[in-house]
């Protein structure tokens, strides 16, 4: 375990990363159990390329079924998407080595460490899901209460790949950071969309040349009436 450290330290010495790598994965092999080791393996999995792509689908599914609209759908194709362009350029960018494989819990993963797929898509599926489930609730308690929720599952998930010794704590904090970005992103603009909707939606139609006026016939008034028009 000691050359594992000292060949962990040297990564971390030759990225010029934080001081808190190394300490924190030191902690976490210390802290294992036979047990421990199978309940946050099966907990990581939800955040893997299986789960995480699951949860979103059915979470999707259910929100756009019962609001009967295509918005979750589209802005959670959208999220989606960036999250994982953002992990695979991360990724392809950095190069970052993953912490060694003798502290590493199996299976191991192969892929380069910067920054943290789990934690990144993690962030922006489960707190884009939260925005959406949010968009219905009027109260303020509810909304606090699932933000809580979601942020101790998304916080959990992240230190779950640190445990495992699968990524630096710093590739994790860069997953959340950059998840947090791209939700931010998303959001922003779908609030955008809604603010410019309302706003030509309230937008008084062009003034009409001044001149004498000439009463409708009852008939067209109620037709008017009826299409939604109104008389004044």
């Known amino acids: 375990m000691a050359d594992a450290l000292g060949s962990s330290e040297a990564v971390v010495e030759r ?13 976490a092999v210390a802290s294992r159990t036979p047990v421990t080791e199978q309940l946050v393996t099966h907990f990581t999995d939800l955040g893997g390329t299986v789960g995480m792509p699951v949860i979103a689908l059915v979470a999707t599914a259910v929100l756009a079924v019962t609001r009967r609209s295509w918005l979750p759908v589209v802005l959670m194709l959208v999220a989606a ?3 994982v362009l953002l992990t695979v350029l991360g990724k392809d960018l950095v190069g970052r080595a993953r912490p060694p494989v003798s502290l590493a819990v199996p299976p191991l993963e192969t892929s380069p460490a910067f920054p943290s797929g789990h934690a990144l898509n993690a962030t922006v599926v489960l707190g884009l899901v939260a925005y959406l489930v949010m968009l219905g609730r009027r109260h303020l308690r509810p909304k606090l209460l699932l933000a809580s929720a979601v942020a101790v599952v998304v916080l ?4 779950s790949r ?28 779908h609030r955008v969309k809604v603010t410019v909707d309302r ?8 003034p009409q040349p001044s001149g004498p006026s000439t009463a409708r016939p009852a008939s067209s008034r109620a ?6 028009e109104h008389d004044t």
Do not use: F, K, Q, Y
Request: overall charge negative; glycine content about 18%; hydrophobic content about 40%.
């Open 15 to 27: 990225d010029g990363l934080s001081g808190l790598d190394e300490p924190v994965l030191e902690a």
């Open 81 to 83: 998407t960036g999250s």
């Open 156 to 159: 959990a998930m992240g230190l």
């Open 162 to 189: 640190v445990w495992l010794g699968h990524h630096w704590l710093t590739d994790v904090a860069a997953g959340w950071l950059i998840g947090l970005g791209w939700l931010a992103t998303v959001v922003t603009g």
């Open 199 to 206: 706003r030509e939606r309230i937008t008084p139609s062009s």
């Open 223 to 228: 037709t008017g009436t009826r299409n939604g």
